[in-house]
């Protein structure tokens, strides 16, 4: 089995273990394959050591919040192309997701959510695929809310604590910030 971390250098039609994208290696000599496969380990690879400084450099901005080392998520969450990372924090009184658009350096995205319908012990962040029908959409939920649009690239953000409906947080095109929609 691959690695998590790995390109197929022979597959003709292969998919990048990192992040799903498909790619056509027939036409692609061997050096332009493995210069591929190099510059998307790469970036992933400086994705992942950022990881670890994610909950520092939220709380160099946010102090008053215990952020969650395990919450750590990564993806394109901003539609603009980029790797960015999200992380999960807790207070008495409310549950925080910090979204990082470009920089460590600079003030994450904040969302809010109360704690009094969520669990802040019991919370989780994961990753949510952007890609859907929107037909299908909005016969399942009702609506499509306002500003969401499809994206076989941009993620989504779920934030559950197992006992309420998730909050599903998602790039808001028409306000150009992040939207939470719940059922």
Not at 59 to 84: H, L, M, T, Y
Request: with cysteine; proline share 7%; glycine share 6%.
């Amino acid at each position: 089995m691959a690695s998590p971390l790995s390109c197929s250098l022979s597959v003709p039609f292969s998919r990048c273990a990192p992040c799903g994208a498909a790619y056509l290696w027939r036409w692609a000599s061997p050096l332009k394959r493995a210069f591929a496969c190099a510059l998307t380990l790469s970036a992933f690879s400086v994705a992942f050591a950022q990881a670890g400084s994610v909950p520092a450099a939220a709380k160099r901005f946010f102090p008053g919040i215990n952020w969650k080392p395990a919450s750590v998520v990564i993806g394109d969450f901003s539609c603009q192309g980029r790797i960015e990372q999200a992380v999960l924090g807790t207070t008495k009184t409310e549950i925080v997701v910090a979204v990082f658009i470009g920089s460590l350096a600079r003030a994450p995205m904040l969302l809010r959510f109360s704690a009094a319908s969520r669990d802040p012990a019991t919370s989780e962040l994961t990753i949510e695929d952007g890609d859907f029908d929107p037909a299908q959409f909005e016969r399942e939920v009702g609506y499509i809310p306002d500003g969401m649009r499809p994206s076989k690239t941009c993620k989504g953000l779920n934030l559950s604590d197992g006992n309420v409906d998730s909050a599903h947080i998602y790039w808001n095109h028409n306000a150009k910030q992040f939207t939470a929609w719940v059922m």
